[in-house]
């Protein structure tokens, strides 16, 4: 698998405004004239001459996401069914220990299901 360092890397939006800036020398003077404008003009320009790449098949992955969800589901479930059928089972309440690994392996499940389902924060 190929280092993502020395992929080709898009141009940023703002390395594209400063070749602008550099081959446009006018620019420079009305930059200093009313930066503000000017800039904002500039960087509105640079946005619709480069859209957003579109999204790689990597990131729309849903397949994978939603057997990810499943299985998880499926051992917190399990977890829950056998700490409920051992329970069930002791006659004697007092004595009902719940084995540490199914602790841990119903924790594990139940906190990567979580954080699956929780929405990840988009940027505006």
Sequence with gaps: MADPQTLPQPKRSVDLLIDKIESDKS????????????L???ANQVKRENPPPPPTPASED???????????????V???????AKFLLIADASKFDIPQALVALGSMSLGALAGLLMPSPRKN
């Design 40 to 42: 904002d003009g500039l």
């Design 27 to 38: 620019l420079v003077a009305k930059i200093a004239s009313d930066p503000i404008s000017t």
């Design 78 to 84: 399990l977890i829950v069914l056998i700490i409920g």
């Design 62 to 76: 849903k397949f994978s996401y939603r057997v990810a969800v499943v299985v998880l589901s499926l051992v917190t």
